[in-house]
């Protein structure tokens, strides 16, 4: 019997097995040697197909967990911290502060169980999770219950970029990856910028059903969350050696063009021994601190922001209007950034750049300049904070061959994230306001760390690159395979 026709009276376990063993068929042993039939703008148009099959959606999820995470700001200035008593000692950076252990707990394992369930299942299931904490935070009375459902959020949250970083991996190759992820990530970016303005609408609700307008924010954007999660299983990408929708001349090109790029085009399962082997490499941690490092000074950019702009004079939604237009800008230098990288796979020299960016806005956001001058800075560290994390993640996983070493090391690199995230609820602390001068002159710190320490991984990967070349190395068994810089 044919696997299409007898899938339907399988169960879920054995279904998928059929749809590997067809997948397989399409590009059998005669076919993988073959060039590509496809000619040029068969391929634009494939891609493209590609490009709306996975982008869209994963953006979408993306763009909605920050909403979802970043929404808690907003519903303290409108009501939740009188609700919950959150004005003694530190309960309201307790409550902030306790989204990042769950949410670096969960980025690995999250990894090891999408290799083994698929995209479309786990990514679905942890939108509508979060999205179900997020109603629920809706209800609450006491501010030992938000704690707890912080760290649920953020165990829930936590694979969700990794998941997406991964899972757009698999797609496409080294050359098209950063447009690709930052393509991605461009939708979190817009969503930050649009996130005060749809708080403060959401807020406007405050009294009707005699619920705080806190409540409604949390109530209807976990709600909206749920749905999401229900209506993506059906759009989320499954891995590409497990999709039919390709045709078979399509698969062909997809196959030879995965195969020569890392060497593989299945998509391999996480396990105890590939997480070993990865977490040996000390390049992964080298990284993971650039990583770390970045989200924490990006703490600098939501601790200035309504500072600067409420000495500009504006409050409400002026306020938030204005908070928005760096993150447009910091859209623009994204995929600018992105496209040199992938064109020129410049990965670190691009990241490089973009922390140069951050420095500088950093320098001129600290007290002693006009408002004016602090809010041009507020553009330059947005714009350089936002371009930097779609780079580190490409140049992370541009150089790594291996389909689980690649799951493994962007759970563990988004992990160190969060306990960036840590750093920087830390050292922008409440009693150092306005002027948070110890928070600002650790952010510029931290910052030429990271343009250090760039420099010498492009170095280091430069050097190994001579040495395969010189000495004719064969780099993870894929031939003519070389790091990118």
Not at 230 to 250: M, N, S
């Amino acid at each position: 019997m044919d696997p299409l026709e007898a899938e339907n009276n399988m169960n879920a376990g054995t279904k998928e097995q059929i749809e590997a063993v067809h997948a397989e068929k399409l590009v059998d042993e005669p076919q993988k040697h073959e060039a590509p039939t496809l000619t040029r703008a068969q391929i634009r148009r494939f891609m493209l197909q590609v490009d709306l099959h996975v982008l869209p959606i994963l953006g979408t999820i993306y763009a909605v967990s920050i909403i979802d995470r970043i929404n808690i700001g907003s519903a303290k200035v409108l009501g939740m911290a009188e609700d919950l008593n959150l004005g003694k000692g530190e309960r309201y950076s307790v409550i902030l502060m306790l989204f990042f252990p769950g949410y670096c707990l969960s980025d690995v394992p999250s990894n090891w169980i999408l290799t083994k369930v698929q995209p479309r299942l786990w990514l679905s299931f942890l939108t509508f999770s979060w999205g179900a904490v997020l109603c629920g935070m809706g209800f609450v009375h006491n501010w030992q219950v938000m704690v707890f459902l912080r760290f649920l959020l953020g165990l829930f949250e936590g694979g969700v970029l990794p998941g997406i970083t991964f899972t757009i991996s698999c797609w496409y190759d080294r050359k098209e990856l950063h447009k690709r992820i930052s393509g991605a990530y461009g939708f979190g970016i817009i969503a930050s910028a649009l996130a005060g303005i749809l708080s403060y609408g959401l807020g406007q609700l405050d009294g009707v059903r005699d619920m705080r307008g806190w409540r409604w924010i949390f109530s209807i954007e976990g709600g909206f969350s749920m749905a999401l999660g229900l209506v993506a299983i059906l759009f989320i990408p499954k891995f590409p050696d497990r999709t039919k929708w390709i045709k078979p001349d399509q698969r062909v090109y997809l196959y030879n063009k995965l195969k020569e790029d890392r060497g593989e085009y299945k998509t391999g399962e996480v396990n105890w021994n590939s997480f070993v082997q990865t977490s040996k490499d000390w390049t992964l941690w080298a990284q993971g601190t650039i990583y770390c490092f970045t989200v924490g000074t990006a703490n600098a950019v939501a601790f200035f922001s309504p500072t600067i702009i409420n000495g500009l004079g504006y409050s409400g939604l002026q306020a938030s209007l204005r908070s928005g237009y760096p993150f447009f800008a910091a859209l623009g230098l994204l995929m600018i950034t992105a496209y040199i990288s992938d064109r020129y796979q410049m990965r670190g020299i691009v990241a490089i750049f973009n922390n140069f960016v951050m420095l500088i806005g950093f320098i001129i956001m600290r007290e002693g300049f006009s408002d004016e001058v602090r809010y041009l800075g507020i553009f330059f560290a947005a714009m350089g904070v936002h371009s930097s994390v779609p780079a580190l993640l490409a140049f992370n996983q541009s150089n790594i061959i291996d389909s689980a070493a690649r799951a493994v090391s962007s759970g563990v690199l988004i992990a160190c994230g969060a306990v960036g995230g840590i750093i920087g609820s830390l050292i922008f602390r409440g009693q150092d306001a306005p002027s948070y001068g110890p928070g600002i002159y650790t952010t510029i710190g931290l910052t030429t760390y990271n343009i250090l320490a760039l420099t010498f991984m492009v170095w280091t990967y430069h050097k190994r690159n001579k040495k395969a070349d010189r000495d004719g190395i064969v780099i993870g068994g894929v031939q003519g395979w070389r790091y990118a810089l």
